[in-house]
């Protein structure tokens, strides 16, 4: 029954010195849970920048592809031929 009472009491003594340690470092835990939350709100703004920036490259490519100054050229050439008859 001693060696059973000891043991108790040294895995209170354990458990009270793990509970410490954790209390211990709930700062840092709490520190880091407000920077991955800022890190996170910067992943967000970066994301939307770079799809916007996306959205404008893509009209831009669209509007000046090879295909589209082509159609481009077409069409002034017909003009400038239905002009000249």
């Known amino acids: ?3 059973l009472q000891l043991e108790r009491e040294m895995c209170l003594a354990s458990n009270c010195t793990l509970a410490r340690t954790n209390l211990s470092l709930r700062p840092r835990l709490e520190d880091g849970k ?8 910067e992943l967000r703004e970066i994301r939307e920048a770079c799809w916007d920036k996306q959205q404008r490259l893509d009209a831009y490519l669209e509007k000046w592809s090879p295909q589209s100054a ?3 050229l077409q069409a002034q050439l017909d003009a400038s031929e239905a002009e000249s008859e």
Do not use: T
Request: charged fraction near 5%; hydrophobic fraction near 45%.
């Open 70 to 72: 082509l159609g481009q």
């Open 1 to 3: 029954f001693q060696s």
């Open 34 to 41: 407000a920077s991955l939350a800022i890190k996170y709100q």
